[in-house]
């Protein structure tokens, strides 16, 4: 099983290695017979070979079991001709990684590393299935100095196959899609919301309701318990997962996964490169981890070993080990081995 | 001094209403000579005249002192070839109204209504800064069944602009400009950021600093106090500037004003036009009346007569006068009625 590994920029090589060694730890224990293969990317990559997406990272990834990537960009490459982040979506749309699965949720017994009360925190567990490959981040820009422009585009089959992903998921968990758009203002939003409408009639079982991206903003605040599934465009689910990220008390806790029709997945915490940080050993591998154990249910087919992970990195946020982000002193490395220690 | 005067739909009229008694009451107690005048707008003027703007409610604007707007909007027109949403963007065009301020705070005392926890909501006091005439709202669209594209485009002017009408507020505020972007994907961000930086140039006693608009939502949750003013383009300020008012505790609870290069402004409450509890009497006026003191200090040049309705609604809620959204059971009528009690 060929596990392509990208560190990438900032904290990512350090949350990486924390992940990294966890899922070794579980292929020793069970004879999984993982291999890690390490490319460079994005920032990392420019410096190395003047590419954010090298054609060897790519190749690599194409042919690997699952991808698994740390974090990209950082001022340093603000002024750069092709920045870290063109790698990141050059290898979404390589991939065709069209569906970005963004799970949040208060823990249990967590309540108080929420910044939000604890009534209305209580209970909320969302998922965020967010369109990845279309929308603002991939039509034609122009740049004449004076004016810019970005073109939205969606087309009716982008729309469907990332509904079909929404209601599938839905049906497994609470039943309930909320579908979120401007359909007030764009004409991408009111054909977004007919296709999603023709979906929905293939799932029974499942609700379906639609919010305005403005109303669902204040909802993720006011009331995150309301939602379930939140099906949403390119930008607005960048916007509102991020958003959701820290009603859990941070945005460091979260993982997510990409799919596309076949071929690999690709697993990333949702944090950034924090490059303000990077190589102090207190970044939060909690996020890395959560997608390590993503990696092992979604793409690899394990969800026994995933679930342990989960257990494991539960128990350890339980217990009271915090890194900065939470308020407390535990280093990068002092997580992920405690993690490891409670997998053993 | 004449105020035009377009309640729209849904609770709309209602809030209007009580905004209109408290300037009423102003107006005859000052001497200052308001006369209302009322003009079918939104869905209301789509019923009546089967357009959302007519003519003759945009003559009569052109030819305000000052414009008060309800709420415009509703499913009930969801399917009509003109919307009202249409009918406020052509409003806000055709007046050039290309800044939106929207102030949101957590008032002293009142904390309890933040579905923050205390400790997060504290002394949070935010002006988003809108762009309100350009970007995704303004650009060509197409819709061919199949396939659907909103053009983004922004140029120097409409950014220079904007930003001269945040770095003034800042001035007058915190000194601190935030500038809210997703410059590492979009070319209209590119161009934004870098007009902002030139524009900031003029203004040495303002700090300026960037933020990605995924990572200002996740900061306006877990972070409120650290913003001073928000400047950003047209929908990334629709997203925060909702997702910031439930700050206070209601999207209730908060006005706008939006500003041209001369000619009247246009004051509104941000809330929408809830069709769901329209006609019940249990809408928040709070808005509506925060507006109306805009409309006096911004609109008018009447900063005493605008602190004295300020005040007044204040005293109201913290006296613990609650309407329904947060959760007592104040009428509308019996809240704006509070208000004047108060105000005499
Ligand atoms: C780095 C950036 C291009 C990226 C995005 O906007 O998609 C990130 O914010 C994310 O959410 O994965
Ligand atoms: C009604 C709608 C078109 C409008 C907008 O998106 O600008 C509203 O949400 C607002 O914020 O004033």
Redesign the interface.
């Known amino acids: 099983t060929k596990i392509i590994i990208l560190p990438g920029d900032g904290i990512g090589p350090e949350v990486t290695r924390e992940a990294v060694a966890c899922l070794d730890l579980l292929s020793d224990h069970f004879d999984l017979g993982f291999r890690f293969e390490e490319h460079p990317f994005g920032g990392a990559a420019i410096d190395a070979c003047g590419d954010p997406l090298p054609e060897s990272t790519l190749k690599a990834c194409r042919n690997a079991d699952a991808i698994f990537l740390g974090a990209v960009?950082g001022p340093k490459w603000d002024r750069a001709e092709k920045?870290p982040?063109a790698g990141l979506?050059g290898l979404r749309s390589a991939l065709g990684l069209f569906a970005n699965l963004r799970p949040a949720r208060v823990i249990e017994g967590l309540e108080d590393l929420?910044?939000?009360?604890a009534k209305?925190a209580a209970g909320a567990d969302v998922l965020v299935v967010r369109e990845l490959t279309g929308g603002?981040?991939f039509?034609a820009?122009?740049?004449e100095?004076?004016?810019?422009?970005?073109?939205?585009?969606?087309?009716?089959?982008e729309v469907e196959r990332i509904a079909h992903v929404a209601f599938r998921e839905a049906g497994r968990r609470g039943g309930k899609v909320t579908s979120v758009d401007?359909a007030?203002?764009?004409?991408?939003s009111?054909?977004w919301r007919r296709v999603v409408e023709d979906v929905a009639a293939q799932y029974p079982d499942v609700a379906l309701d639609h919010m305005y991206?403005?109303?669902a903003?204040?909802a993720?605040?006011?009331?995150p318990g309301r939602f379930d599934v939140i099906l949403t465009e390119n930008?607005?689910g960048?916007?509102?997962?991020?958003?959701l990220?820290?009603?859990g008390g941070s945005?460091g806790l979260l993982g997510s996964a990409s799919r596309g029709e076949d071929g690999p997945m690709m697993f990333e915490p949702i944090h950034?490169s924090a490059p303000d940080i990077a190589g102090l050993d207190i970044a939060n591998p909690a996020g890395a981890i959560a997608s390590a154990a993503m990696l092992l249910e979604l793409g690899l087919g394990l969800p026994e070993q995933a679930a342990m992970l989960n257990n494991a990195l539960e128990q350890v946020l339980v217990d009271g080990v915090r890194t900065a982000d939470l308020g407390g002193d535990a280093r990068c490395s002092g997580f992920g081995a405690q993690v490891r220690e409670r997998l053993e």
């Open positions: 960009g920045r982040e979506l929420s910044p939000l009360k209305v603002l981040y039509g820009r122009t740049d100095g004076e004016v810019a422009t970005d073109l939205c585009t969606y087309s009716r089959e401007k007030n203002v764009l004409a991408t009111k054909l991206v403005d109303a903003a204040m993720l605040v006011a009331a930008l607005f960048d916007i509102l997962s991020d958003q990220s820290v009603i945005i950034g």
